[in-house]
């Protein structure tokens, strides 16, 4: 049977990466037969790049490869990434299609209705009638169908924040009265495309009563990097500056810096890198500036260590206790001019 076409806009990361494995990727490239074996390891030549060495390693357990010579690394999304020579969404897709993993079954298992286990298509599920889930519910992160309205873009959180009518009004920033996020301000999260799709909270005091960000249940910030959709236009000259949260982003933007973009955290996801990556080009740049504390400076160390692999890094690392929007103009264009 051939492969069940899958909808261009309907990709599930959780699912590929729950259902196929490292070894599963391997094998629809044929390339199984060129690594050794040992445990959960295989190595032998890299995919990637020409070479005798064999350089290339694979963990089966983690789903996880490297190549000691040409750097490639990462995920089975990665893999398929590098070796198309598409973007990760696009190799999701095709994963989706040589696997035959279809929306209505991905919804069906999480309802309980059935486990595959990695490397088996799945069969063929008939789609629901009534009780059946929307094509826009099978996104992940899917655009909103909704605007939040009536937001108060006075409140004095904003202004102690030292937010200029400017920013608040770009970024569309405002205590919520209502709903979900009632007595929190609201910052507007737009995915690479500039489609909105999700609505972050952020508690207008010290003493919140649930952590000082809210995000939506079903949203997955590891999939979106803040603001890419304005900077990104600005990125293949001037390049990117990282930095991890949404008011450091306000703060160097209000500067001067269009280009700043965040990861919502201090962490960065394969998903995050590869956006980086494909916005500044293999010769673009990165400036970091997280945090200067121990979070700020391993999420540093980390993302040099992906990103320097691939593009130019520049690290700056904070002293104890500064961040970023905290500074003021005069020390961001010290630091970063």
């Not at 094509?135 to 409140?155: C, I, Q, R």
């Not at 949203?219 to 236009?233: M, P």
């Not at 916005?279 to 260590?305: I, P």
Request: net charge neutral; charged share 25%.
């Amino acid at each position: 049977m051939a492969p069940k076409k899958i909808k261009n806009d309907w990709v599930d990361f959780k699912e590929i990466k729950s259902r196929v494995g490292l070894k599963d990727i391997l094998a629809h490239y044929g390339l199984l037969e060129g690594l050794k074996q040992k445990n959960d390891e295989l190595s032998g030549p890299c995919p990637f790049h020409k070479e005798t060495k064999g350089s290339f390693c694979a963990n089966l357990a983690k789903n996880a490869f490297h190549c000691f010579g040409c750097k490639a690394h990462g995920n089975i999304l990665n893999f398929v990434s590098l070796k198309e020579g598409v973007d990760i969404r696009k190799a999701a897709l095709l994963i989706q299609q040589w696997f035959e993993i279809s929306p209505e079954g991905a919804q069906e298992r999480a309802r309980g209705g059935g486990t595959v286990k990695k490397g088996e298509p799945p069969s063929e599920l008939k789609k629901e009638g009534n009780g059946g889930v929307s094509e826009e519910m099978s996104l992940v992160n899917p655009p909103l169908a909704f605007s939040l309205k009536n937001l108060d873009t006075e409140h004095p959180y904003l202004f102690e924040r030292d937010l200029t009518e400017e920013t608040i009004e770009e970024f569309r920033i405002g205590y919520c009265s209502r709903g979900l996020f009632k007595d929190w301000v609201v910052i507007p999260v737009h995915n690479e495309n500039g489609e909105l799709v999700a609505y972050a909270g952020r508690w207008p005091s010290e003493d919140p009563p649930e952590g000082k960000y809210k995000l939506p249940p079903q949203f997955q910030k590891s999939l979106i990097v803040f603001n890419l959709h304005r900077a990104k236009e600005l990125a293949g000259g001037n390049g990117l500056v990282l930095v991890e949260d949404f008011f450091d982003c306000f703060k160097l933007w209000q500067a001067g810096l269009k280009n700043v973009v965040a990861l919502m955290g201090t962490s960065m996801s394969p998903e995050q890198e590869e956006l980086i990556v494909q916005s500044v080009g293999k010769n673009g740049r990165v400036v970091l500036l997280f945090d200067g504390d121990k979070s700020g400076h391993d999420c540093t160390d980390q993302a040099m260590a992906r990103l320097g692999s691939r593009i130019f890094v520049k690290a700056i690392k904070l002293n104890d206790g500064v961040q970023p929007d905290k500074l003021t103009k005069e020390d961001i264009n010290n630091l970063l001019g």
